[in-house]
C-alpha cells in the first residue's frame, strides 16, 4: 500500500539512509527462496514518516527450517527528519512483536548507525543489547588510505599485483559465478555456516546498487567480493579468496583493497567491513580487518527471543554440525 517514490524519497533524504532498507533491496528479497521480507511504514497526514523492512530468513529443510527461523533488520528504522523518533520506534517495535512472535525463534536488529538513543526503550520491550563490533574506513583519497594499512598489508597488496592478480568489476555470469565458488569453498571448508545459493548472487548482480570485483590470476578467478553500496557507504557483504591455494598471491587482502577501490573511484564517503564480531569474544577475521587502518566502532546489535528452547537447541545443533564437518 505504500507509494515507491515516498519510499526512496524518505531513504535518500534520511541521514540513516542505507540500500539495504530500499525499496530495489526489498523486492530483491521478495524473490529469494526462504526470504519473506516485511514492510513496516508509519503515516500522519499522508507523509511517510519512518519505514522498517524486515527480512525472515529460514535454511535447509523441514525441521532445520524450524530451527533456523528467524527475522533480521538490516540497518535499522529510516526516519524522517523532526519527528518523535522514539514514539515511532516504539509502534513499530510493538506491531513486530504481534507479527512474529508466534512465527520465528528470534527478532534481531543489525544497527548500520548509533541506535543508543533507544537503548531504554529496547530494555522496556524485552530486547537484549548485543555489543557487536564494526570497522569502517574514511574513504579520502588511495595514498590516504593505502597509507593507513600495515606495512604487511601493503606489501601483500603490491606484491600480488606486481605478479599478475588483476582486478574485474565487470557484472557477467563468470565473474559472479567465479567469485560465488570461491566463497562456497571457504564457507564449506571453514565458517561451516549456511551460504545463499548461486542464484542468490545472481540475482542480486541485477540491482543497480550492486557490484563485484573478482580477482583473476592466469585466467583462473582466485578471489573476489559481492558487494552493496548508496551515497554514504560502500558495503563489504560477501568476501573471500583462495589463501591457501595462493599463498604469494594474497587474494583475501586484495579482494577487500579491490571494494575500498571500487568506493574511492564512485566518490563513496566510508567503506563498511560488516562486523568485527561481539567485543570481548574471539572471532577469528577481527584481526585481518583491524590491519586496515578503519575505525573500531561499537554500534552493537538488538534482539529479542520469542522462543528459547528452539534457539538452544538451534545452536546446539549448529555446533554439532561444525564439528562433524
Not at 238 to 266: H, Q
Request: glycine letters at 8%; hydrophobic letters at 35%.
Amino acid at each position: 500500500d505504500l507509494d515507491i517514490n515516498d519510499w526512496n524519497s524518505l531513504i535518500k533524504r534520511s541521514k540513516e539512509n542505507t540500500v539495504y532498507q530500499s525499496y530495489e533491496m526489498f523486492s530483491f528479497w521478495r524473490q529469494q527462496d526462504r526470504h519473506q521480507p516485511h514492510v513496516f511504514a508509519i503515516k500522519k497526514d499522508k507523509e511517510l514518516k519512518c519505514i522498517c523492512t524486515v527480512v525472515v530468513i529460514e535454511n535447509g529443510t523441514s525441521l532445520k527450517r524450524k530451527l533456523t527461523r528467524r527475522a533480521i533488520i538490516f540497518g535499522g528504522v529510516i526516519f524522517s527528519e523532526g519527528v518523535n523518533r522514539e514514539q515511532l520506534q516504539s509502534l513499530l517495535l510493538k506491531r513486530m512483536d504481534e507479527t512474529f512472535s508466534s512465527k520465528i525463534i528470534y527478532i534481531e536488529v543489525r544497527n548500520f548507525y548509533d541506535a543508543s538513543e533507544f537503548n531504554s526503550l529496547y530494555t522496556r520491550q524485552n530486547w537484549r543489547y548485543i555489543p557487536y563490533q564494526n570497522y569502517k574506513i574514511a574513504l579520502t583519497d588511495e595514498e590516504e588510505v593505502f597509507a593507513k594499512f600495515n606495512s604487511e598489508k601493503r606489501r601483500q597488496i603490491r606484491k600480488g599485483l606486481r605478479e599478475g592478480v588483476a582486478i574485474s568489476y565487470e557484472k557477467n555470469q563468470k565473474n559472479c559465478e567465479g567469485i560465488y565458488n570461491v566463497i562456497a569453498k571457504i564457507y564449506d571448508d571453514k565458517v561451516k555456516k549456511p551460504l545463499p545459493t548461486l542464484t542468490f548472487f545472481e540475482g542480486l548482480m541485477q540491482l543497480e546498487k550492486a557490484g563485484l570485483a573478482a580477482l583473476y590470476f592466469e585466467n583462473k578467478i582466485i578471489g573476489g567480493a559481492f558487494f552493496l553500496y548508496d551515497k554514504n557507504e560502500i558495503y563489504d557483504w560477501y568476501r573471500g579468496g583462495l589463501d591457501y591455494d595462493y599463498k604469494k598471491k594474497f587474494p583475501s587482502t586484495i579482494a577487500a583493497w579491490a571494494v575500498m577501490k571500487y568506493g574511492l573511484e564512485n566518490n563513496i564517503p566510508h567503506f563498511d567491513f560488516m562486523g568485527a564480531g561481539i567485543k570481548g569474544e574471539e572471532y577469528g577475521v577481527r584481526k585481518f580487518k583491524s590491519q586496515f587502518g578503519g575505525e573500531l566502532i561499537e554500534y552493537g546489535r538488538y534482539m529479542k527471543l520469542y522462543k528459547p528452547t528452539l534457539y538452544n537447541v538451534g545452536k546446539t545443533g549448529l555446533k554439532l554440525l561444525k564439528k562433524l564437518r
